[in-house]
C-alpha cells in the first residue's frame, strides 16, 4: 500500500496518517502457522526418578514436596511448606544466611485431610518472619538423618525502578511435555513463578486419586523449595466430587498450599495479593463468588483503591478462566467476571493479566469491551491503551493435551496464538518498561517464539501525555 502510494506522489504528511491509521485498526494478529500432536500427553509413572521420594539413608520420614511462597505483602517474610509421610516431623525450620549455620528458628502447625479412599501424610506450614530483603537465607527441615537443606533469596525492597524477572507458568501436570516444560524454565533466568492454576490434575484419576498431588510435589520441588511460586486456583483444584462425598471445594488444595491472603485484608485463601520488587500481583478465584458485595468483589475494590504505583508501578492479576479467549476449548468460560470486574481494571491501569484454563497459547492486544449498556449495542472489543494486555499460558504440559482449535477468523483483539506448550519469563526493567516472551519447548530455552514489550499503564501514559505535541514533519 505504502509502495503504491509513493509511486503516486502522495505527500508524506498522508503517507502518515495512513500508517498510524493502520496501526490504530490493527490485524487480527497472527495464529502461528507451527503444528505439532495435539493428543493428549501422558502422565509420567508413578515410579519415575521425577516423582519418587528423597532417597535419605536411614530415614523413612524424610521431608519432601517442599514448597514455599510469599508470606506477606511487603516480601519480608516467607511460608515454607513440606510433607512427611508417615509420621509428624519436626515443625521447626532453623535458618540463616550461611549453610549448615543457623542463626535463628520458626514453627508453625500440622495438618492432614482425608479424600475419598487417601490420607494424606503430615502436611507442615511455617512462616519464616522479619527477613531482610535481597538476602539469601538456607534453611532446613527436619531432624538427624532426615534433614535436608534448602536455600532462598527475598527481592529487592519495592521501589519504581527494581529490576525482576518473573516466570509464568499454567496448567502443567506431571506429564512428559509437563517435564519438558518444567525442565526449560529451571534453565530459565527467572526469580519466582506465577502460577496460574491446575496443579497436579490428579482428579483425572478414579477417586480423585491424591496420591498424584504427592507426585506432583516431587515433580516441582526443584524449584519450589527454592523460590516462592505464587499459587492461583484453577478448576482442577476444586476436588467437589459429591459422588464418592467429598462436598468440600478445594480441600486438597487448602491443606497443602497456603497464601499470605490475612496480610492483604483477604478473608480467603484463594485471592490476595502481594508486592514484589516493582510488582503488585493481585490473584483472583475464578470459581469463587464475585458478584456485587461478595467477599472477592468487595475486596478487590479495596485492593485496586490502594496500591502505591509510586512503589509497586507494575500492577498484575492472575487468574485461572481468561476473559479473552479465541479458542473453542472454554469459550466465554469467564465472561461473567470479565462483566464484574473489567472496568476496575482499566480504571486503574492494570498492566497485565494473567490466566491459564485453555490448554494453548494466546496474547490479546490492549483491548476492552467496557461499553456496552444492553441498549448501545457497542459490545465489541476495542483498542484502549488503559487496558492490560491479557496472556493465556495455559500450556504447561498437562494430561488433557492442547487445544487446537482456534476461532476463525482471529479476532481483533488477538495479536498472537498457537497451540503449543510452553512458559512465559516477564523481565521488568524499570517503571516504564518491561520485556515479555514466550517459548515454545520445540524450539529450546534460547527461542523466543513469541516477544513484546510492554509500557506501564500507570507511569508510561501519564508521560506520553506530558511531552509537547510535535507536528509532524512535512
Keep these: ?38 493428543q493428549a500427553s501422558e502422565d509420567l509413572p508413578v515410579g519415575s526418578e521425577f516423582l519418587r521420594p528423597p532417597d535419605l539413608a536411614g530415614c523413612g520420614n524424610a521431608p519432601e514436596q517442599v514448597h514455599i511462597t510469599q508470606g506477606s505483602v511487603t516480601a519480608d517474610s516467607m511460608i515454607v511448606s513440606w510433607v512427611t509421610p508417615s509420621q509428624p516431623g519436626s515443625l521447626a525450620v532453623t535458618f540463616g544466611n550461611e ?3 543457623y542463626s535463628r528458628t520458626a514453627t508453625g502447625n500440622i495438618t492432614r485431610y482425608k479424600y475419598a479412599n487417601y490420607t494424606s501424610g503430615y502436611i507442615h506450614h511455617v512462616k519464616l518472619t522479619n527477613l531482610e530483603y535481597a538476602t539469601k537465607y538456607y534453611y532446613r527441615l527436619g531432624d538427624g538423618e532426615c534433614a535436608r537443606e534448602f536455600w532462598f533469596v527475598t527481592p529487592p525492597k519495592s521501589g519504581p525502578d527494581v529490576a525482576y524477572t518473573f516466570g509464568v507458568i499454567g496448567d502443567l501436570g506431571q506429564t512428559y511435555d509437563s517435564l519438558n516444560t518444567f525442565q526449560h524454565y529451571l534453565n530459565s533466568s527467572g526469580q519466582t513463578v506465577l502460577y496460574v492454576g491446575d496443579l497436579s490434575y490428579a482428579d483425572h484419576y478414579p477417586l480423585g486419586d491424591n496420591t498424584r498431588w ?78 456485587k458485595y461478595t467477599p472477592q468483589w468487595a475486596w478487590l475494590q479495596n485492593d485496586l483503591q490502594n496500591i502505591n504505583r509510586k512503589k509497586t508501578p507494575w500492577v498484575i492479576v492472575l487468574m485461572h478462566s481468561p476473559w479473552y479467549n479465541s479458542n473453542m476449548y472454554h469459550y466465554m468460560e469467564g465472561e461473567t467476571m470479565r462483566v464484574q470486574f473489567e472496568a476496575w481494571l482499566v480504571q486503574y491501569k492494570v498492566d497485565i493479566v494473567f490466566a491459564g484454563h485453555v490448554h494453548a497459547y494466546e496474547r490479546s492486544h490492549r483491548v476492552s469491551n467496557i461499553e456496552y449498556n444492553v441498549v448501545n449495542g457497542q459490545c465489541s472489543p476495542s483498542r484502549n491503551e488503559s487496558a492490560p494486555v491479557y496472556i493465556t499460558v495455559g500450556d504447561g504440559g498437562n494430561i488433557e493435551g ?20 510452553g512458559h512465559a519469563m516477564l523481565e521488568i526493567k524499570n517503571r ?40 509532524l514533519p512535512l
Aim: aromatic content about 14%; hydrophobic content about 30%; charged content about 20%.
Design 402 to 421: 492442547l487445544a487446537g482449535n482456534f476461532t476463525q477468523p482471529q479476532p481483533n483483539y488477538s495479536a498472537y496464538r498457537e497451540a503449543s506448550f
Design 214 to 291: 504427592d507426585t506432583w510435589g516431587r515433580l516441582v520441588e526443584p524449584s519450589t523449595a527454592y523460590q516462592p511460586w505464587i499459587w492461583t486456583a484453577g478448576n482442577h483444584e476444586l476436588d467437589y466430587r459429591p459422588e464418592f462425598s467429598e462436598v468440600v471445594p478445594f480441600k486438597p488444595y487448602l491443606h497443602r498450599y497456603q497464601t499470605p491472603h490475612r496480610s492483604s485484608k483477604s478473608t480467603s485463601q484463594l485471592w490476595y495479593s502481594i508486592n514484589r520488587a516493582s510488582a503488585h500481583i493481585i490473584v483472583l478465584s475464578s470459581y469463587s463468588a464475585y458478584g
Design 99 to 101: 549453610t549448615a549455620k
Design 432 to 471: 516504564t518498561h518491561a520485556f515479555y516472551y514466550w517459548h515454545r519447548n520445540q524450539d529450546g530455552e534460547a527461542v523466543k517464539s513469541d516477544s513484546t514489550w510492554l509500557t506501564n499503564r500507570h507511569n508510561y501514559v501519564k508521560e506520553k501525555r506530558s511531552l509537547p505535541r510535535r507536528r
Design 1 to 38: 500500500m505504502a509502495i503504491n502510494a509513493l509511486a503516486s506522489g502522495l505527500p508524506l504528511l498522508l503517507l502518515t496518517l495512513i500508517f498510524q491509521l493502520q496501526l490504530r485498526c490493527g490485524s487480527s494478529g497472527i495464529t502461528s502457522p507451527y503444528r505439532r500432536r495435539l
